[in-house]
């Protein structure tokens, strides 16, 4: 079964399923104890839906979030980290359409207007309700469209509202990323369902572009936070697409705990459930990347050897150079610019023995070429997902990082659309 | 008169001609004790130049270079730092079709072979040859190719060799980067002339593309290379395409002192000359900048306040944002983005009270938005020169990255050329 139609939600080589987690059909609906709205209330131009409303009617729900890390924060993120209780949240806003980022004290305030209204329409606390936000950044938002939308979220609100709530979070995004999974645990059968937008401004750190995940498992809100920061970090933390961290970075879970299931730290299931939590993220973050502004192919680099720092400095170099992502546009194996790009990140360690590895193609040892298969090495470069290891000197430390091609369709894009 | 054709060379709004420095025909070829040659000798598949040969005649010549920080250095980087004397070189010989970068233990015996021919063909000591070569990096050099390259320089080599020496260091360049220049001096009068590559893999640190700067000004090597290390910080590390780290920059000062005009240390003639050779290595910076691959708009980010590494990560990270690039591509203001950036760069600092002001009007203080005249900002972000300035809280730092845009046509060029 698939959570998307025919394709399988886990589609990518680089994410395997986990034998105790298997797809839901779309339809599914969330797991027990949420219910989610989205509605067009006229943020966007194209009329499509921009509000979204999500509810956990747990008696004692637990959360976590992670944040952009950005300095240019965005009101809602700002008001949300202050004023939110995040370890127990019980409903979140989300809009589409305007960011409320560059907005100063007027974004804060409209950011608190519509929270209240949020908590009213959900009857909970202010301080019980998350925001989020992504669209213009330096544009005011329409505070009043936001409140009605709030309203007519409120009537829609039901426990298979989240596809509506998906098209509600959507902006340039080609390719939905939502899933319902069923997950076996030791203890029972729980629930975990995600809707996630991102497809430009993608270079998350400690962060990822909005993704929302809830799960009837109950959890507390520690290990919540545990769990997420850990997946997080090994998911939407490892995904590029053009470098650009954005303003607006926010992934949170929510846990109602209706299947009764419990997940208690450092137990089997809180394994098996993590298990589960970082394939979902991992896939999100891979078809984050493979829905790219313009994408039409995308790569895994690997970094191993040297220190933590000097893989990580080469993997994002290696993934954010745009040499590196036009030859992977064009299907061109050019691995110099791999050479280059680790050499522009690692600097005054020439002469640097690097090793180069394209689709398990070796082409450059110890810092130089070697002989090897170009005819073959073309047409390894043509696949839809290519898989680059770059060998540096040392032992001891390793990363990844996935990434998305440059296109023409990219810049045409970008060079005319105002974020 | 011009150095290139009918439009002056100083011809950036952001470099100023100083008035003790006049431009002088494009065929007056180089200042008093060099002579220059270009031929081709087949490294380039289009059977353009490609071996140029520079001689300096001088009894007592000094020079100063620089190189780039490339952890992936190119053999030519490597050689010429390990075993020439680069404070009294007597000869540098260049080659495009080939970076000779990615090449290991036989790249350096190349480099080895090239520089022992030179040297006899210049009548010098192969110490007194620097090497320099751009082009395809992961490719060995033809060896054979070069020798036969240098016995044809070496009987075409000319006082007025500087145009066929310009032909035989290009390569992606669609514009000429040239200049010979006269400059009065308290002590006399000099020339300083330049043959200057690069329009992609632009991001120098510390160094530059290929520059080569000729003067008959009698100046020490030490002076040399304080001149040469104070305006390249000013130029050519000010300026990217793409942010991509070459591994073969390279800029070199040789001069002749055949002008009989001594450059004294702490001089009113430093002061002169240093002044000459920052306007000209500016223009230079700047021309690279426009010419960059597919570019048809430049720009320049001022970043005031905070500190010196806060002021130059931003300027970076706006300066190489593929968003803020594609929007100067397409004439959108979409300042958002810029905001974006910087607080990409300096995180963990919300809420940044960041100043943004385009072309001398302000539309962000303190990080919000404020009310512009939105018509007349569309059309002054439609010049070829958009000028962005920045303000970060406090005071004290200030820097600046000229940069070009990004178009369709640098995607398209280099997803479909092996570099």
């Given at each position: 079964m698939s959570a998307t139609g025919a394709k399988p939600f886990f589609c990518s080589r680089w994410v395997t399923r986990p034998a105790h987690v298997s797809e839901l059909d779309a339809g599914a609906g969330l797991p027990g104890g949420f219910r989610a709205a989205g509605v067009a209330a006229g943020l966007k131009p194209s009329g499509r839906p921009d509000v979204g409303l999500l509810v956990c009617d747990a008696a004692r729900p637990a959360s976590a979030v992670r944040f952009t890390s950005s300095g240019a924060a965005a009101a809602p993120v700002l008001l949300s980290r202050e004023r939110s209780r995040l370890d127990a949240l019980r409903a979140v806003l989300v809009n589409s359409g305007c960011a409320n980022a560059a907005t100063g004290r007027r974004g804060l305030e409209d950011a608190a207007k519509t929270q209240g209204a949020a908590a009213a329409a959900a009857g909970v606390d202010p301080a019980e309700v998350a925001l989020a936000s992504t669209g213009g950044i330096s544009q005011f938002l329409d505070v009043d469209a936001v409140l009605k939308g709030i309203l007519a979220a409120r009537g829609r609100?039901?426990?298979?509202g989240d596809a509506d709530f998906q098209q509600a979070i959507q902006?340039?995004?080609?390719?939905e990323k939502r899933a319902s999974l069923a997950v076996e645990l030791p203890s029972g059968a729980v629930r975990l369902s995600a809707q996630c937008k991102g497809a430009g401004m993608i270079s998350p750190r400690f962060a990822t572009m909005l993704c929302f995940v809830e799960t009837d498992a109950a959890i507390s809100a520690e290990t919540c936070d545990l769990l997420l920061g850990v997946t997080v970090k090994r998911s939407f933390d490892r995904a590029t697409v053009d470098g650009q961290l954005s303003t607006n970075d926010t992934a949170l879970l929510m846990c109602s705990g209706a299947s009764g299931v419990e997940v208690a730290p450092e137990s089997e299931d809180e394994l098996r459930f993590g298990e589960a939590l970082d394939a979902l993220l991992r896939q999100l973050a891979v078809m984050m990347v493979a829905d790219g502004e313009g994408a039409s192919r995308s790569a895994r680099v690997i970094v191993r050897g040297g220190n933590p720092e000097g893989v990580e400095s080469a993997a994002r170099a290696v993934a954010n150079s745009p040499l590196v992502k036009a030859a992977l546009h064009g299907g061109d194996p050019n691995w110099g610019r791999i050479v280059q790009a680790v050499g522009g990140a690692l600097?005054?360690?020439?002469?640097l023995a690097v090793d180069v590895t394209i689709e398990g193609m070796q082409v450059c040892s110890a810092g130089a070429a070697i002989l090897y298969d170009e005819a073959e090495l073309d047409r390894l470069v043509q696949r839809e997902e290519v898989e680059y290891e770059v060998g540096l000197p040392g032992e001891g430390a390793e990363t990844e990082v996935f990434f998305s091609d440059l296109s023409q369709a990219y810049v045409e894009f970008n060079s005319a659309y105002t974020t």
């Open positions: 609100l039901a426990a298979d902006t340039t995004d080609a390719l600097p005054e360690t020439a002469p």
